[in-house]
């Protein structure tokens, strides 16, 4: 099954791209690389227009839930690409580690 992401992606080649996938593969318990899920989580976070996803505890190594957070814009040229910006992960559920 092919999920339709079109007009959003993930902010592509940037220190913060890099960022997400380290911080991804560093505290998801996961065999699957981060690059397999994008579309998904793209098409959830889209679809339900938030901007941010949830890593429940059962899948993180220190068992505690993980949330990634990201700035959304849009391009001046193209209205209709979304831009998914990673700015950090909530370690705590109290601050933002960026």
């Given amino acids: ?3 339709n992401v079109e007009g959003a992606e993930f902010d592509y080649h940037t220190e913060n791209s890099e960022k997400l996938t380290k911080d991804f593969m560093n505290f998801v318990l996961t065999e699957v690389p981060f690059f ?3 579309d998904e989580l793209l098409y959830l976070m889209n679809k339900r227009s938030i901007t941010r ?3 429940p505890s059962y899948m993180t ?4 839930d993980h949330i990634f957070h990201f700035e959304l814009r849009t391009v001046e040229e193209n209205k ?3 831009i998914y910006r990673y700015i950090g992960m909530d370690l705590d559920k109290k601050r933002l580690v960026r």
Avoid: E, P
């Avoid at 190594?61 to 505690?64: A, E, F, T």
């Fill in 36 to 38: 397999a899920l994008q």
């Fill in 1 to 3: 099954m092919t999920l």
């Fill in 80 to 82: 209709q690409l979304r």
């Fill in 61 to 64: 190594v220190d068992s505690k």
């Fill in 53 to 55: 996803f949830r890593i």
